[in-house]
């Protein structure tokens, strides 16, 4: 009986192990290929020969050269993996500060017109970058910031989605919490370190994550603030390396994905803990 | 000081670094984008430049085909996303094992996995291969009808994960009691699903909506690096437009082709909250 169970649940595990794999393929895919030769490389991605693509996951020859390449031959692609870092990480705290400040105020404290300001964060959160992407460039040009990394550094550190996400971490700690501290004679910023930022774990992370990648990946704003492409981060070069160093994309890909999977991998159990009502401790 | 006023002063500071980075970055920059939306070459000509852009064929290309990749992106994202997160919701446990896998996707930079896609979809690639090899034509993905194809395809690959782990925790957050006096009532399965789970789930729909909208702009960049500057007609989206007279310093275009372009954007975020009226999300 309990085998025949078993048995029922199969198809289902079947199907989740079909789901995991389609979307961990093309990853899977790009790490085998970052371990062949790059003549191996090249002959893959030279659409012009005739036949069909197959999927080779195992190498002809198993070789690190492309990482070879990447470390220590090519100083280009690590000073723009440089940039990348330069530009991201200060970008990504300055935002998770900000946020946590006004989300704790427009989730929690009460003040006239705080809904209608909220709305504003909204409509503000959805609209793209390119509709901002020129007005931004005059606002920088007068500031005196282009072709700065705070050109891409400054703006980035504003968001409306972030206020948004903390804001709804920060409605699920339960109000008493804070009149109990009031009551003690606490003060807003006490309040703020010693019972928000701790409960709001998980929403902090799940930002920090979210925002690292989405500047991380910036092109538009590079390629729109910075004359001297020097300054280009990875992500711009690495959207024309197939066509211009075809024999070391892979590693090349494989080494810009890690500092993204790295946060991912520390923070994992608190990523998708901001949506949930329960285990808040 | 009356506790009233305190609070309000404190509020008021809590908020000053996002909204003054808000104002500058966002706010100033909008009003600028429209008060250049009304000049032309230096002199005021009020609506010219939006009646001029009316009659731009490429305009009405690229919001036609922003609007089907949106309206087909997005609502197959949810539905598939939604549908998953009700599979996934039948085991007891996700493994952190299977939730890593739904987030990398993610996680993984748009620009590290170019080369992948082509060799998926270049005209003699692994998906070709795959459709000859059953006795199908090959699809052409780079040219015409089947580029949007591709491009929804890889925006729901990225996003579904992310999508999946919103509706799940939605899920998770509905007592289970719901679903134990359903059943007793004899509700159906599908019954529980339409009127328990769907309903329920709103807020995080809502959430999972924003995200969808936000991150349909970012395919741009896959758009972008996957067909450079001018792409097939079927996949020039609004982006392309406002990136390609944003390279020919075309501000009168840009300008009012970003207001048309975030008017339509607000529209549809009120016709949203319209919908949603009953279980307000600022409530």
């Known amino acids: ?281 | 000081m009356k506790y009233k006023t305190r609070t309000r002063i404190a509020a008021a500071l809590f908020i000053l670094p996002s909204f003054l980075g808000i104002l500058i970055f966002y706010i100033i920059p909008y009003i600028i984008c429209f008060l250049n939306s009304m000049y032309s070459g230096g002199d005021f000509t009020g609506v010219a430049n939006y009646a001029e852009l009316l009659e731009n064929n490429a305009f009405w290309l690229a919001m036609k085909n922003t609007a089907v990749f949106m309206g087909v992106g997005i609502t197959l994202l949810l539905v598939i996303s939604f549908l998953l997160a009700l599979f996934l919701n039948s085991f007891r446990k996700i493994s952190a094992f299977f939730r890593s896998a739904l987030l990398i996707p993610v996680i993984v930079p748009s620009a590290s996995l170019i080369c992948v896609w082509q060799l998926f979809f270049e005209d003699n690639g692994v998906i070709n291969g795959i459709l000859n090899s059953l006795g199908m034509d090959s699809v052409k993905f780079f040219s015409g009808g089947f580029s949007v194809v591709m491009i929804i395809f890889i925006y729901i690959w990225k996003n579904c994960g992310f999508c999946v782990i919103l509706f799940t925790a939605g899920l998770a957050n509905i007592p289970e009691q719901y679903y134990e006096s359903a059943r007793l009532d004899g509700a159906s399965k599908l019954k529980t699903v339409t009127r328990i789970s769907m309903p329920l789930i709103t807020p995080t729909a809502f959430f999972a909506f924003l995200m969808a909208v936000i991150y349909s702009f970012k395919i741009f960049r896959e758009v972008f690096v996957l067909f450079g500057d001018y792409p097939d007609e079927n996949v020039y989206f609004l982006q392309n437009f406002i990136n390609n007279n944003f390279k020919s310093l075309n501000f009168a275009h840009l300008s009012s082709a970003s207001i048309v372009f975030s008017v339509f954007l607000i529209l549809l975020l009120l016709l949203f909250f319209i919908f949603e009226r009953k279980r307000n999300f600022l409530e």
Do not use: H
């Not at chain 1, 390119?130 to 504003?158: D, R």
């Not at chain 1, 339960?174 to 006490?190: K, L, Q, T, V």
């Not at chain 1, 994550?209 to 690495?238: G, H, R, W």
């Open chain 1, 1 to 281: 009986m309990k085998k025949l169970k078993k048995l029922k649940k199969l198809p289902k595990y079947i199907l989740l192990a079909a789901i995991a794999a389609f979307f961990l393929f093309p990853v899977i895919y790009m790490l085998a290929m970052s371990v062949m030769t790059s003549e191996e490389v090249s002959r893959i991605l030279d659409f012009s020969s005739d036949g069909f693509k197959s999927i080779d996951l195992i190498p002809q020859v198993f070789s690190l050269e492309q990482y070879y390449q990447v470390f220590f031959r090519r100083a280009d692609y690590l000073l723009e993996f440089w940039n990348s870092i330069i530009i991201t990480v200060p970008t990504v705290i300055g935002q998770t500060v900000v946020c946590a400040l006004a989300a704790f105020a427009f989730g929690k404290l009460e003040f006239p017109g705080r809904d209608k300001l909220f709305f504003v964060y909204i409509i503000l959160l959805i609209l793209p970058t390119q509709v901002t992407l020129v007005p931004n460039y005059i606002v920088l040009n007068n500031m005196g910031l282009l072709n700065s990394f705070l050109a891409v550094i400054l703006p980035g550190m504003f968001s409306a989605f972030g206020v948004c996400l903390l804001r709804q971490s920060v409605r699920y700690i339960p109000d008493a919490f804070i009149e109990a501290a009031r009551m003690d004679g606490a003060s807003y910023i006490n309040i703020f370190l010693k019972i928000i930022l701790p409960q709001i774990k998980g929403g902090l992370v799940t930002l920090f994550l979210l925002c690292f990648i989405d500047n991380y990946n910036l092109i538009e704003q590079p390629l729109a603030y910075f004359n001297d492409s020097e300054k280009y981060p990875l992500a711009v070069t690495m959207s024309e390396i197939g066509v211009n160093d075809a024999g070391i994309v892979f590693a090349c890909g494989v080494m810009f994905m890690i500092p993204p999977l790295l946060i991912y991998y520390i923070g994992q159990d608190d990523v998708s803990s901001p949506f949930t009502l329960s285990d808040k401790g």
